[in-house]
């Protein structure tokens, strides 16, 4: 059965630190790695990841996937109370075409 | 473009009823997936319909069924309803397969008494 675990499950933070949350998958056929961020309801992109030890990276955010070990970081530097979120971890498993997610990371910036 | 939509927001029922939700997706995508994502977990994937068939299905029992319709709208019914089955229904639309460009609805809030 695929799995995806993240890890802390809750993290708690100042406004200005960073962050790194873990995510680790074992799946069979894996084709990609995505991580979104859920604020109230709908869950947004943040990346996707196939190819290992290449950065993606949008502002503040940044991600990577070690397709060897299986698993992939997302760092959030300089946090920000907006940064506020569950942030989730999905796979998608090549022919299946549907995502396994992860139990996500509730992290809470304090200003 | 009003992105993905999704009816009721809420939904209050007691166990055994029977219930509907539906997802409008994005404009431009031809499928839909469904998502329950219980109070402290994961989205789990249900079902994902793409022209009018189910193409995939995830751990769910046969309670749990679909309907696309020539719009590419979607609904999701369920059966006999559980007290477990009360969480957040997600919709999520794309274009065939490409998942990094699924766009998430709001969501219906379930809550089974």
């Known amino acids: 059965e695929d799995k995806v675990v993240q890890s802390p499950l809750s993290l708690v933070v100042h406004e200005g630190d960073t962050v790194t949350l873990n995510c680790s998958y074992e799946v069979t056929n894996f084709r990609s790695l995505l991580w979104y961020k859920q604020e109230k309801k709908a869950p947004t992109f943040l990346f996707m990841l196939?190819?290992?030890?290449i950065e993606k990276k949008s502002g503040r955010l940044s991600s990577i996937l070690d397709k060897k070990e299986l698993f992939s970081i997302l760092n959030i530097t300089a946090t920000q109370t907006g940064d506020s979120a569950v942030y989730l971890c999905a796979v998608e498993v090549g022919g299946n075409e549907k995502l396994t997610f992860g139990t996500g990371t509730r992290l809470t910036i304090i200003p | 473009d009003a992105g993905v939509t999704q009816s009721p927001t809420h939904l209050i029922k007691t166990r055994g009823q029977q219930v509907t939700l539906r997802c409008s997706p994005k404009s431009g995508h031809d499928t839909v997936s469904w998502y329950q994502q219980a109070l402290g977990q994961g989205p789990q994937f249900i079902f994902q319909y793409y022209e009018e068939e189910e193409r995939q299905r995830g751990n769910f029992p046969d309670r749990f069924s679909g309907h696309q319709f020539p719009n590419y709208s979607s609904e999701l019914n369920v059966n006999a309803l559980l007290l477990g089955d009360s969480a957040l229904y997600l919709c999520a639309s794309s274009f065939g397969t490409r998942l990094n460009e699924q766009f998430f609805g709001p969501g219906t809030r379930l809550t089974v008494l």
């Open positions: 196939t190819s290992s030890g």
